[in-house]
């Protein structure tokens, strides 16, 4: 759980929806628990030291996620462009291995669920480090941060 008198912290999520834009009812579902899931419990913070809590705006621009941080009233602190490349390859196998678990789920066995379960769990965190490294001296988080952060760039990536 997050701890609400930690400066650390995200505090409010804003998605763009000029650049994002509305998604379906299930995908907007999605988002909206990813969203409540990372306010929860994060640990967040600035390279350069500054104190939160912080709002996380996100957009999408040329290809890029857009992370624009701000104090809690607002107050522009500091704005991350991320390439979207280096996530392609591991978006692309998370979201077919989801498929294969989600079909698997009417037909399989509990031991070959429990398997598809396990490799979607293991890309997932192969993403959350990807997130963590292209994030390394620009924004602190720990991992399980880091993973509710890649939850959420699924969600905004999901075609459901």
Known sequence: MANESSN???????????SIGRGTPD?????????YDLLEANEFGLASGDSGPFTLRLALQDARLVMDVRSEDGTPLVSHHLSL???????KDYFAMCDRYFSAIRTATPAQIEVLDMGRRGLHNEGAEILKARLDGKL??????????????TALHWRG
């Open 8 to 18: 650390q912290r995200l505090c409010k999520i804003e998605l763009d929806e000029a």
């Open 27 to 35: 995908q907007e579902h999605e988002r909206a628990v990813a969203i």
């Open 85 to 91: 490349t280096p996530f392609r390859t591991v978006l």
């Open 140 to 153: 602190t988080c720990d991992f399980s941060t880091a993973r509710r952060l890649f939850t959420l760039v």
